[in-house]
């Protein structure tokens, strides 16, 4: 339930909440999230893109005082006056991801891989080619041998005959929570993070370090990678209206869609009540 009065910190996540379907983010939610930090509430941008995209993250959310990336892997600290300082770097040992992929194609057939293995900016994700994948100038087709030569950031893992929410539930079946971390966040493909990470512990980084309390926290999502950060918050969980079912049935307020600055919106009416 929302609380009184106003949050401490507000997190949002990017994609499919705050950027709207044109990979945009409106003037209008730019000043909003710039009202909101002058009015002394930190702003976070809570995102599942990794390290190599950080200058298009940091441009999709100029107000954030903290990113918590890779689903919360990476979490940087931006107001440090001499500059960004990480403050979680967070890897899954290639010789885990093997034997978890291996598992998995044993339960469910072969397995489409991508693994994001570099922070280098604008590295690629190495794998299998599919033609789902949205972002096809940032890919490179790798062999599987390859995408296990180093420990990596995450990996995305799809098949061809199980929906994305299925194969994610056969996945939780067969993977214990203390071997890696499961998701999805809509871009039809499974996501495997370090044990431990998710956004919420990515947010519990950027608690401690303001010394917010979660009950003070309100968030924004749509997808069920955004599930533990609402779990995690407690001033009040929003749902824009296009978000994920589950998102949506854990969330205390449904906004409007991301395409119709649901984020903004809210907040805007937030600072003015």
């Given at each position: 339930?929302?609380?009184?009065g ?21 003037a209008y ?8 930090r002058?009015?002394?509430?930190p ?20 107000a ?6 890779a689903?919360?892997g ?6 440090d ?11 899954l040992?290639?010789?885990v ?5 291996a ?7 072969p ?6 293995a570099?922070?280098?900016?604008d590295?690629?994700?190495w794998?299998?080619?599919?033609e ?20 990596v ?5 799809r098949?061809a ?18 071997v ?5 966040a809509g ?7 370090p ?14 370090t ?12 749509d997808?069920p ?10 001033w009040?969980?929003v ?20 395409d119709d ?13």
């Amino acid at each position: 339930m929302t609380r009184p009065g106003l949050p401490k910190l507000i997190a949002t996540d990017l994609d499919g909440t705050l950027v709207r379907s044109d990979e945009t983010v409106s003037a209008y939610t730019h000043g909003v999230l710039d009202r909101v930090r002058a009015a002394g509430i930190p702003v976070v941008g809570a995102t599942g893109r990794g390290p190599r995209l950080t200058e298009l993250t940091r441009n999709d959310i100029r107000a954030a005082d903290f990113l918590v990336m890779a689903g919360g892997g990476r979490v940087v600290d931006q107001s440090d006056p001499s500059g960004p300082l990480v403050l979680r770097d967070e890897r899954l040992p290639a010789e885990v991801l093997a034997r978890l992929l291996a598992d998995l194609e044993a339960a469910v057939g072969p397995l489409t891989v991508m693994v994001e293995a570099s922070d280098e900016h604008d590295a690629p994700l190495w794998g299998d080619y599919h033609e789902s994948w949205p972002y096809q100038d940032r890919f490179e087709a790798r062999t599987r041998a390859e995408c296990l030569s180093c420990d990596v950031i995450k990996a995305f893992a799809r098949t061809a005959d199980h929906h994305v929410d299925k194969l994610l539930a056969v996945a939780r079946r067969i993977v214990p929570p203390q071997v890696a971390t499961l998701t999805q966040a809509g871009l039809g493909f499974i996501e495997i993070c370090p044990p431990g990470v998710d956004k919420a512990s990515g947010l519990t980084v950027v608690a401690q370090t303001l010394g917010v309390d979660p009950a003070d926290v309100l968030v924004f999502g749509d997808m069920p990678n955004d599930l533990p950060m609402f779990e995690w918050a407690g001033w009040a969980r929003v749902a824009v209206a296009n978000a994920h079912p589950d998102v949506r049935a854990a969330a205390d307020e449904v906004t409007l869609r991301n395409d119709d600055d649901g984020v903004a919106v809210y907040l805007d009416r937030l600072l003015s009540r």
